[in-house]
């Protein structure tokens, strides 16, 4: 029984102490003689006095229970007690029976305080004194309440800091994805850069048709402005006497040609290609032996530069006429710009296709695209011969495109001695030059002719070492040997066999001439 009446007891000032001491009111007077009165307010703390009765009947019934140790009904007083009454006298020191309780306190915004609300005494009196006894495990202990509310938020706290932040088992099983939300994000991922690579190859597509479109526009003015009022006999236009002849088609050269194999084909292959882009490939194989209209061209280009430039008052009179904004000198050089874009294109587009996962069509786009890079190479080595090449007699666009170029250690006749000189092979001549200076950040190489030969009067043989040996058998010139030497094995075997191909087709030429019929019957 005494440990009832210490069990009370600290109930008791655990609940004085945890209601807030700024609120309690009346703490340190005496007792008064004035009855308390309940309020509407008190409603919710106050313990009714059936609980009490209650109480003090279990412990009577309990073997050995003496009635001094029952809790007097005093201690829960009602509107109807005084603090004065009976039983006053077994408050402690410390406990006001005059103590006026306060109104209820807001609302405590902490979670293991609003899961319960206030502490309580026992929520079934009719339990054994022996359970209420038992300290922290007894139904009615706020101190026991309030520490399984804290251990069961805290148990709460913990998990969800596990489904936030931590990883392990705990937090796959919580947020029911795993490793898979991650492998989500990667796959979410993948197809974003794949459509970002596929609208990428989208917008090449859609520059390469653009601006082919504004380059046929250009050749266009070219053909049908510029060509139409020059050979206009009516033109208004007067053509200057150095003009006439046949230095007006050094001008133009081949440029029709180009104009309407764009217009009438390679324009419209482009449109079908804008729809199924993997056929751009194929077109470009295609398009090989077209493509070699701009060896030509580009080959005249410093000669046709320099006509207009010695012109430019009688070619800017027409285009006044003709009311176009570009001259004649920047129209003149868009095939030269174009040739040089399409290599540009396609590489970009190849590298959306392969951004875009599409390897299937990368072979023939690196194909094409490895074609437009010797285009452009011969294109440009074609101009710096054109740009370099000094004393040289014979029309050199007259000569097919230029196959190869570079220094070699060669030998003309056998009484010289060995010195550099620059050897340019086109399709119908090999020409020897000196080098005169060689090329720098500032400027282009200068070379100065000194001898040719003709293929279809060639012989050569092999002679070892990264020699070989080319003789002249044209009888309209005194007979001519040249001995030269490669650099490099590579470098040899790269000249001996484009010059074993170009001999091999002249004597399949040859044949097919001699026997006509036998060729047929193949």
Request: include cysteine.
């Amino acid at each position: 029984m005494d440990e009832l009446v210490q069990t009370t007891t600290t109930i008791r000032k655990f609940l004085r102490n945890w209601l807030p001491l700024m609120n309690r009111k009346g703490t340190d007077k005496p007792p008064s003689s004035k009855p308390l009165v309940k309020k509407p307010s008190e409603k919710n703390l106050r313990t009714p006095q059936k609980h009490a009765e209650e109480l003090a009947e279990q412990q009577n019934q309990q073997p050995g229970a003496s009635p001094a140790t029952v809790l007097p009904s005093s201690q829960f007083p009602s509107s109807t007690q005084h603090p004065g009454g009976a039983g006053a006298g077994d408050y402690e020191p410390d406990e006001e029976v005059g103590l006026e309780l306060p109104p209820p306190m807001k609302p405590i915004q902490e979670p293991h305080l609003i899961a319960n609300g206030p502490p309580a005494f026992a929520k079934d009196a009719k339990e054994s004194s022996g359970n209420m006894a038992s300290p922290g495990k007894m139904d009615g202990n706020p101190l026991s309440e309030i520490e399984e509310i804290v251990k069961t938020t805290t148990e709460q706290h913990e998990s969800n800091s596990r489904v936030d932040g931590g990883g392990g088992v705990e937090n796959a099983s919580t947020n029911g994805h795993g490793r898979s939300h991650d492998n989500n994000d990667e796959s979410h991922t993948a197809v974003s850069d794949k459509a970002a690579a596929l609208k990428k190859r989208q917008c090449v597509f859609a520059e390469l048709m653009s601006t082919e479109e504004a380059y046929v526009q250009d050749l266009h003015e070219i053909v049908n402005g510029y060509m139409t009022e020059i050979n206009n006999t009516n033109s208004d236009i007067p053509m200057p006497e150095d003009l006439k002849g046949g230095k007006m088609k050094l001008v133009f050269n081949n440029i029709k040609d180009i104009y309407e194999w764009h217009r009438d084909f390679f324009l419209r292959a482009l449109r079908n290609c804008q729809k199924s882009p993997a056929d751009l490939g194929p077109l470009i194989k295609r398009s090989a032996t077209k493509f070699a209209l701009y060896y030509t061209y580009c080959s005249n280009k410093p000669l046709s530069e320099y006509i207009v430039s010695a012109h430019y008052q009688y070619f800017d009179s027409i285009r006044q006429k003709l009311g176009h904004r570009l001259d004649l000198s920047n129209l003149i050089i868009k095939p030269v710009q174009r040739i040089t874009k399409y290599e540009l294109l396609i590489k970009e587009i190849i590298k959306a296709t392969e951004g875009a996962g599409l390897y299937k069509e990368v072979p023939m786009l690196q194909e094409a695209y490895q074609q437009m890079k010797v285009v452009v190479k011969t294109v440009n080595d074609m101009m710096v011969v054109l740009r370099s090449l000094q004393d040289f007699d014979g029309e050199i666009t007259a000569q097919g495109s230029l196959l190869m170029q570079g220094p070699m250690n060669c030998v003309v006749d056998a009484a010289q001695k060995h010195r550099e000189l620059q050897v340019f092979l086109f399709q119908q001549i090999i020409i020897f030059a000196d080098i005169e200076k060689t090329k720098n950040q500032y400027a282009s190489p200068i070379f100065k002719y000194r001898s040719h030969i003709q293929l279809n009067h060639m012989q050569m043989k092999e002679l070892g070492d990264c020699r070989f040996q080319i003789r002249s058998t044209d009888p309209k010139i005194p007979e001519m040997t040249i001995i030269c030497q490669a650099a490099s094995q590579e470098n040899y075997a790269g000249w001996r066999d484009m010059l074993n191909k170009i001999l091999q087709q002249q004597n399949d030429l040859i044949f097919m001439l001699s026997n006509p019929l036998s060729t047929k019957n193949k």
